[in-house]
């Protein structure tokens, strides 16, 4: 007798090793293939029931899902359960199927629901027959497939957990279970303690939070979440605080420039006599040494003051920093339109070429 006989012919005529609830699960989650997985097959959407003990209190809109089924098909099939297989692990729950069905999805109820609604004629399937042997492990199998794409809510998360606390008895054995930590089970176990008003508000606040006050009493929760956000707002604004700090020192010199060129330089003046401004340099007919033939402009003269006072004490800005090169370069940088420091590169490159030329 050859190997493939001794293990027995797989449901669609194959030599596949069963496989168990779990990985089923698992594959049908990540959509991973696993060794002995029949290939899926189709179904009408009509011929299969919704499962009565699907772990989503709601399917929610569907609208986007079922357009995306009819745009760009169906990725992955759901799993599903012969409808007898699924009355002999959950005989109480035959009378919530849908009539005129042959099978229950275990995992996919949102797809299923949407192909419907899309008109889909029919809907890739993979049939597994071994989802649970009873009521317990079917629950099992389909949070299990949920947890895995986090794929539920977290009130309906948190309720699914406690129908499967009270089958394994203790959080600890529900977390080996889950192959989760014990203090992943207890925080969403804790939003069903939370009062009904904060619970109304899941998705509102963050939901690190209102797990943290679901172990307080309830006329505390809403003063302990109060004081936890103030908290970590102030350490938020903190981490930005040393964030801003911690700043490359590169890049110091230039803000202080542009902080004093901003702050100091804030309008190019006379000397202070009269209180007019500069005029526009104008080229006049001169004899400059160093530019024959053209005129120098008129510049400003420079106050030997770092400021001056108009009357009633008002502070003015300071006059335009001729002795500080850098200085005024950053002034220029950042109050000048672009065209004209265009302008005055050029001049200031002629002047230069022209001062070599004469030393030489």
Same mark, same amino acid.
């Given at each position: 007798?050859?190997?493939?006989?001794?293990l027995g012919?797989?449901?669609?005529?194959g030599?596949?090793?069963?496989?168990?609830?779990?990985?089923?699960?698992?594959?049908?989650?990540t /959509?991973?293939?696993?060794?002995?997985?029949?290939?899926?097959?189709?179904? @009408?959407?009509?011929?299969?029931?919704? $499962?009565?003990?699907? @772990?989503?209190?709601?399917?929610?809109?569907? +609208?986007?899902?079922?357009?995306?089924?009819? #745009?760009?098909?169906?990725?992955?099939?759901?799993?599903?359960? $012969?409808?007898d297989?699924?009355?002999? &692990?959950?005989?109480?729950?035959?009378?919530?199927?849908?009539?005129?069905?042959?099978?229950v999805?275990?995992?996919?109820?949102? !797809?299923l629901?949407?192909? !419907?609604?899309? /008109?889909? #004629?029919?809907?890739?399937?993979?049939?597994?027959?071994?989802?649970?042997? $009873?009521?317990?492990?079917?629950?099992?199998?389909?949070?299990? =497939? $949920?947890?895995?794409?986090?794929?539920?809510?977290e009130?309906?998360e948190?309720r699914?957990?406690?129908r499967?606390?009270?089958?394994?008895?203790?959080?600890?054995a529900?977390?080996k !279970?889950?192959?989760?930590?014990?203090?992943?089970v207890? *925080? !969403?176990? =804790?939003?069903?303690?939370?009062?009904?008003?904060?619970?109304?508000?899941?998705g509102?606040?963050?939901?690190d939070?209102?797990?943290?006050?679901?172990?307080?009493?309830?006329? *505390?929760?809403?003063?302990?979440l109060? &004081?936890?956000?103030?908290?970590?707002?102030?350490? %938020?604004?903190?981490?930005?605080e040393?964030?801003?700090?911690?700043?490359?020192?590169? %890049?110091?010199?230039a803000?202080?420039?542009?902080?004093?060129?901003d702050?100091?330089?804030?309008?190019?003046?006379?000397?202070?006599?009269?209180?007019?401004s +500069?005029?526009?340099?104008?080229?006049?007919?001169?004899?400059?040494?160093?530019?024959?033939?053209?005129? =120098?402009? #008129?510049l400003?003269?420079?106050? #030997? +003051?770092?400021?001056?006072?108009?009357?009633g004490?008002?502070?003015?800005?300071?006059?335009? @920093?001729? %002795?500080d090169?850098?200085?005024?370069?950053?002034?220029?940088?950042?109050?000048?339109? @672009?065209?004209?420091?265009?302008?005055?590169?050029?001049?200031l490159i002629?002047?230069k070429?022209?001062?070599?030329?004469? &030393?030489?």
């Amino acid at each position: 007798m050859s190997k493939a006989s001794q293990l027995g012919a797989g449901r669609f005529g194959g030599g596949a090793r069963p496989v168990s609830a779990r990985r089923q699960a698992v594959a049908a989650a990540t /959509g991973v293939p696993t060794e002995g997985v029949a290939p899926p097959t189709e179904l @009408p959407p009509q011929r299969i029931s919704l $499962n009565p003990d699907n @772990p989503r209190s709601s399917l929610g809109d569907l +609208t986007d899902l079922a357009g995306s089924l009819q #745009t760009h098909g169906q990725k992955q099939a759901i799993t599903v359960m $012969n409808r007898d297989a699924y009355i002999k &692990a959950n005989p109480e729950r035959e009378t919530d199927l849908e009539p005129d069905t042959t099978h229950v999805v275990i995992d996919g109820s949102s !797809r299923l629901a949407a192909a !419907r609604e899309a /008109g889909l #004629t029919t809907i890739k399937v993979m049939v597994s027959d071994d989802q649970g042997a $009873n009521s317990e492990e079917l629950l099992e199998s389909a949070l299990v =497939a $949920n947890i895995h794409r986090q794929d539920l809510s977290e009130l309906d998360e948190a309720r699914a957990l406690q129908r499967l606390l009270a089958i394994h008895g203790s959080q600890t054995a529900l977390a080996k !279970r889950l192959h989760r930590s014990q203090g992943w089970v207890s *925080q !969403r176990l =804790a939003l069903l303690s939370l009062t009904p008003e904060l619970q109304a508000r899941i998705g509102e606040e963050p939901i690190d939070l209102l797990r943290a006050v679901g172990s307080k009493p309830p006329e *505390q929760q809403q003063t302990v979440l109060e &004081a936890l956000k103030q908290e970590r707002a102030r350490k %938020d604004a903190e981490k930005q605080e040393r964030k801003r700090k911690k700043q490359p020192k590169t %890049d110091a010199p230039a803000a202080q420039a542009a902080e004093k060129a901003d702050g100091y330089y804030g309008v190019i003046e006379g000397d202070g006599s009269d209180g007019s401004s +500069t005029p526009s340099p104008r080229r006049e007919a001169a004899d400059d040494p160093a530019r024959p033939g053209e005129g =120098a402009p #008129t510049l400003p003269v420079q106050s #030997t +003051t770092a400021e001056v006072t108009a009357g009633g004490g008002e502070r003015q800005p300071k006059r335009f @920093p001729y %002795d500080d090169g850098e200085s005024a370069a950053m002034y220029l940088i950042h109050k000048m339109p @672009p065209d004209e420091f265009d302008r005055m590169l050029d001049e200031l490159i002629k002047h230069k070429e022209s001062r070599a030329v004469s &030393a030489s």
